[in-house]
């Protein structure tokens, strides 16, 4: 399985970005798909998914609004919008396939990228 992320790179505050994950190897149909991000010193954390067999979304609390993610099945990739980002964005954004989430509203996911820096300056 790859995973191949694009797009990451530095703007300031209120600017925009579009991260994007082309996946290979499993069939990406099947799967729930999304982006993770993690601060030096912190978790990984949730940052949105996609569905591809129920075609629905989820994001986490800080960048619904801000957000938007897509999913294209002709062309296995996945595709994150960020607007109106803010330097708490600043992270490096990982793609993530076969993604879960508890009912402790943690969420984990079996294949990774290799991850891609966004830095957001004020």
């Known amino acids: 399985v790859q995973l191949v992320e694009s797009g990451g790179g530095s703007v300031q505050a209120g600017g925009s970005l579009t991260l994007s994950c082309v996946v290979s190897g499993l069939a990406f149909d099947d799967y729930v798909v999304g982006w993770f991000r993690q601060v030096p010193g912190k978790e990984r954390e949730g940052v949105s998914s996609?569905?591809?067999?129920?075609?629905?979304?989820a994001y986490a609390d800080s960048v619904t609004g801000r957000f938007t993610i897509s999913s294209d099945r002709a062309k296995n990739t996945v595709t994150l919008q960020m607007s109106s980002l803010k330097p708490e964005d600043t992270a490096i954004y990982y793609c993530a396939v076969d993604i879960w989430v508890t009912y402790g509203r943690n969420w984990y996911a079996n294949y990774w990228g290799q991850g891609t820096r966004v830095t957001v300056s004020a």
């Open positions: 996609f569905s591809n067999p129920e075609a629905t979304t």
